[in-house]
């Protein structure tokens, strides 16, 4: 649900004119909920900074109170490094990365609190988290520990130094042997729930490479320049080739599994209080791999 405003007299910045629409939300709330996509502009994703001018469309997506409790809870974690600055872990397909409204519980922050002491700069429901992927995504998360090791991690994503490299089955043949996709994301005035390349959204770019072709299918690894919500399944799906599996973005007809082909492969930051360069890499889970031996035996015989 989404309320919806048509401007008449208020003329001024976005976040401002919401305010004042809606006493309920502070203008700090509302740059907030701005910046978080959650209000749009004629359809668009624009700045807090926005100005507002007569007979244009606000919508206001409708935000259900969050009644959460983060506990600890004892679930077992594929931990590659740790010190006392950060955690590298390998997540598994399937776990949520921190508690939701949707996911109260058993996700890799409540597995991570019961292990050790987060950064508390994002709060009370993502504590720790510096960068996030998708539920059904496996592989390489950079964890803080303490906030002053979470804002070096944050500005060397801010700044784009760090290295973030998936592995990707999708649909189709792709032609070219590596490329670069530049299209701005933001949430799809069709759909809510889903991301789309959109007119206006924010900047977002992909480069893929191709590692192995089949027969209707192609093994490609994709390194993330920005790191937008969905930003890899939205951007393969807009140059036709969507991810094996993607059960928002993809076609009906695809390999079945758990969720995406889709893998965090290799990472690559600066230690937040030595500054040495720190590399890391996991292979893909077993099921990524038995379906890439199949592709190949299909391929020879």
Known sequence: MATRYIITDQIGRLD?????????????????????????????????????????????????????????????????????????????????????????????????????????????????????IDKDTSGLLMVAKNDQAHQSLS?????????????????????????????PLGRSPKDRKKQAVIAGGRNAVTHFKVLERFQNYTLIECQLETGRTHQIRVHLKYIGHPLVGDPLYGPRKTIKGHGQFLHAAELGFKHPQSGKEMYFSVPAPDIFQKTLAHLRQDKQG
Do not use: C, W
Request: a negative charge.
């Open 16 to 132: 401002k004119v919401i305010s004042e629409l809606d006493s309920s939300i502070s203008r700090s709330q509302a740059k907030k909920m701005i910046e978080d996509q959650d209000i749009t502009l004629n359809d668009q994703v624009v700045q807090p900074k926005q100005k507002v001018k007569a007979n244009d469309i606000i919508l206001i997506e409708d935000i259900q109170p969050e009644t959460i409790s983060v506990t600890p809870e004892n679930i077992s974690l594929d931990i590659i490094y740790e010190d006392e600055d950060v955690i590298v872990v390998n997540k598994p397909q399937g776990m949520v990365v921190h508690p939701s409204a949707g996911h109260p519980n058993h996700t890799l922050v409540n597995a991570l609190l019961f292990h050790s002491p987060l950064s508390t700069i994002n709060g009370t429901y993502r504590p720790g988290i510096v960068h996030r």
């Open 155 to 183: 500005a060397q994503l801010k700044a784009k130094t760090n290295l973030r490299k998936y592995i990707a089955l999708v649909h189709g043949q792709i032609k070219e042997d590596n490329g670069t996709i530049d299209a």
